[in-house]
């Protein structure tokens, strides 16, 4: 059997059998510890469904004095560490709310439509954030002083939290965010109440169960048909001097594969003969967005620019992205040039392409 090389669970795993033995789980060293693993995560699994459906109670006393952690958010900025920034502010239930406590005054219910349920971790304990952005900045500042820690923004600790808590961090970001701006029911206008695990809400007129969505973005690096260079743009919203990959977001039946041929085509006037699907990563600006990145060889024609989209555009070599990833040089003429952060799908867009 050939385990494809793009399956989501390993890039880089194929695995080979001569002959199938159905009990080659328990006699191999490997299969037994794959089975141990998937078990447990599968488990893990079973356990997030029952507690998006609401079967099992994330607000009663049994949770609320277990040690169970929290995320903390003020809209779209998280609680990290004061003295350390690459890490999150985990907080306990029991200790979080103690904290508030002494503030809020509010019964434990008020979490109803302000929490949401992120997963079941490794060890098994349950991941929620909490969103405090409804009570005075006052209050904020003394909560995060109380738990020696600080507010900071989306954008700016995705760019120093490794990869696993920035991934926590874009899931919570996007549903907080859902819960504060799908109050009414898209059918009949009715109010929708959040359900506990706040992945859900329902009209109270109609009864119509809403479910958070993302919408599928592609995300393409375009390349030469040597593989020595790539197509760079700058787009009208993008910081100064920021040069990223084309993207654009897939149109209704649209697949994968025609959605970068005509995004490159729109946006810079090139025509894919190519295409190779590399990552995906969620992003929760400016609303839910499952970027799916892929790198598409193009024919060496005249760029042209839909200015409407960029504002450039720019082929550069091998030798110049790495030279701009080690600081070496700001760019070509000394203009300020720089790539994508570590942690972006652009980023692992261009160090794919560089190292293929």
């Known amino acids: 059997y050939l385990v494809n090389d793009r399956t989501t669970m390993n890039r880089n795993l194929k695995i080979f059998f001569t002959t199938y033995d159905p009990n080659w789980r328990s006699a191999w060293p490997i299969g037994r510890h794959l089975r141990s693993n998937f078990s447990a995560y599968v488990s893990r699994v079973k356990r997030s469904q029952k507690i998006k459906e609401g079967h099992e109670s994330l607000h009663d006393d049994s ?13 779209s900025s998280v609680l990290v560490q004061s003295n350390y920034a690459e890490e999150l502010k985990f907080q306990t239930v029991q200790t979080t709310w103690k904290g508030m406590n002494n503030f809020l005054r509010q019964p434990l219910t008020e979490w109803v439509g302000k929490s949401v349920f992120i997963q079941v971790s490794g ?22 002083e109380t738990l020696e820690g600080t507010f900071e923004s989306f954008r700016q600790a995705f760019l120093f939290l490794p990869e696993v808590e920035a991934n926590l961090v874009s899931k919570a970001c996007a549903l907080l965010r859902w819960n504060r701006i799908n109050q009414f029911c898209s059918k009949c206008g009715g109010k929708c ?3 506990q695990s706040g992945c859900s809400n329902t009209c109270t007129k109609c009864k119509k169960t809403h479910y958070p969505i993302s919408s599928p973005v592609v995300i393409t690096l375009p390349v030469s048909p040597d593989g020595q260079q790539a197509l760079l743009v700058r787009g009208n919203r993008h910081p100064p001097g920021l040069y990223s990959c084309v993207a654009g977001y897939a149109d209704y039946g649209e697949n994968v594969d025609e959605c970068l041929r005509r995004e490159v085509a729109e946006e810079v006037g090139l025509e894919v003969i190519e295409s190779e699907y590399v990552d995906s990563q969620h992003w929760p600006f400016p609303g839910s967005s499952l ?9 060496p024609q005249q760029v042209e620019i839909d200015y409407n989209e960029l504002e450039d555009a720019k082929w550069i070599n091998k030798k110049e992205a790495i030279n701009l990833i080690n600081g070496d040089e700001p760019g070509k003429s000394n203009e300020i040039l720089w790539l994508p952060p570590n ?4 980023r692992r867009l261009i160090n794919k392409w560089l190292t293929s």
């Open 63 to 75: 949770l609320l004095i277990s040690d169970n952690k929290i995320l903390l958010f003020n809209k």
């Open 123 to 144: 060890d098994d304990k349950l991941l929620h954030a909490v969103d405090v952005s409804s009570y005075s900045s006052e209050l904020i500042e003394k909560l995060s």
């Open 193 to 195: 109440v959040s359900s």
């Open 291 to 299: 970027m799916i990145g892929c790198i598409a060889t193009v024919l």
């Open 343 to 346: 942690g972006t799908i652009a």
